[in-house]
């Protein structure tokens, strides 16, 4: 039987012990930047409209129900007869499009500023706050706003995360750590927090939180005079490279999160946990964990050592649901009433006020 879901308040402090102990991992979806960016099923829909002549989204609503978003992705990418670099230049124009058309000039450009720079350094303190700004004006629900200041109020404490591991394709969350910091402590080349991991061969620091781009990074548009920030080799969009990604367990990517699930409690924010890859890499190492608990002489053993933040369904019903489809992946269910919840319920979890 699965393990009731808890509430904000029942899972205060439930990561203090894990994050003391073998430490805490976030993993981040398209759900913590959704306010900024196109849902998958928003980026179909315009990759859909662009084909000419103009097609009827509505007269594909079967096909949409019956396949998922990164194959319609791939089916877009041979409907346009592009070439995979103007197709990937096709993916950030419309990833891009919807922030682009709400900010000013100026906004538009401090933006860029923030997401093409991996080092804290590399932005005047001025520039940071000019991002941090137009986060504040026109996303002011942004679930990464908030999810970043708690990682910085952790950084030197033994509560920080060993690592975040991200599902998107865009780095406004990393981002918005260093401008966090930039804020905090100033804009010096020494104050940098996170290490972008993009590969296996990526520079890393001891003293840095490895931050890595599971599903790759879709270049940035660069500012004038700057180079765009990527790993496209490692894009994993289409449904193309994402069954060449489940066909190696010994990619980067794969190593990189069953080890943080091997050894560290993780904690979903803004995923969907629908992704056959993850479900996949958690039933291997919850299974694992099961029978060495049942070596070590537990009887009947449990364990929910990870935890997803998500928002609760209408009916109790669909909760209970719910709770039984993440069960056999070692997942308990944290819900919260809506998405401006989850940060406060993160900082809940670890214990910081």
Not at 197 to 222: E, M, Q, W, Y
Not at 258 to 286: C, K, P, Q
Request: with cysteine; aromatic share 8%; hydrophobic share 45%.
């Amino acid at each position: 039987m699965a393990k009731r879901g808890l509430t904000a308040s029942e899972a205060a402090n439930v990561l203090q012990g894990p994050a003391r102990g073998n430490g805490w991992a976030l993993c981040i979806g398209a759900g913590s930047s959704s306010d900024m960016f196109p849902t998958w099923d928003q980026l179909v829909t315009r990759l859909i409209e662009r084909e000419r002549p103009k097609v009827n989204v509505h007269s594909l609503k079967k096909l949409r129900a019956d396949f998922s978003a990164d194959a319609f992705i791939q089916a877009a990418k041979d409907r346009l007869e592009l070439s995979d670099k103007r197709f990937t230049n096709a993916l950030v124009k419309e990833l891009y499009a919807p922030a682009k058309a709400k900010l000013t000039s100026a906004e538009w450009t401090a933006l860029m500023s923030a997401l093409n720079a991996r080092h804290v350094g590399r932005n005047t303190p001025a520039t940071w706050r000019a991002f941090l700004s137009l986060i504040d004006l026109h996303y002011p629900s942004l679930t990464a706003r908030g999810i970043a200041n708690t990682i910085v109020e952790l950084l030197d404490t033994d509560l920080s995360p060993s690592i975040i591991l991200s599902f998107n394709a865009e780095p406004l969350l990393a981002a918005l750590i260093n401008a966090t910091v930039a804020d905090k402590r100033g804009g010096s080349p020494n104050t940098d927090v996170i290490d972008y991991v993009t590969a296996s061969t990526t520079n890393r620091k001891r003293d840095r939180i490895p931050f890595a781009f599971c599903h790759g990074l879709l270049p940035v548009p660069a500012t004038a005079g700057g180079r765009p920030l990527s790993s496209i080799d490692k894009l994993v969009f289409s449904e193309a490279s994402y069954l060449q990604l489940a066909n190696n367990a010994y990619s980067w990517q794969s190593q990189s999160f069953i080890r943080a699930a091997s050894f560290h409690s993780l904690v979903f924010v803004g995923v969907s946990l629908t992704d056959s890859n993850m479900r996949r890499w958690l039933s291997w190492v919850h299974a694992t964990r099961l029978q060495e608990l049942s070596l070590a002489g537990v009887k009947s053993p449990t364990s929910t050592v990870h935890y997803w933040i998500a928002k609760a369904p209408g009916s109790m019903i669909e909760r209970r649901w719910a709770e039984s489809l993440v069960a056999h992946l070692g997942v308990r269910l944290v819900w919260v009433a809506d998405y401006a919840d989850m940060s406060p319920t993160l900082r809940a979890m670890i214990g910081h006020p």
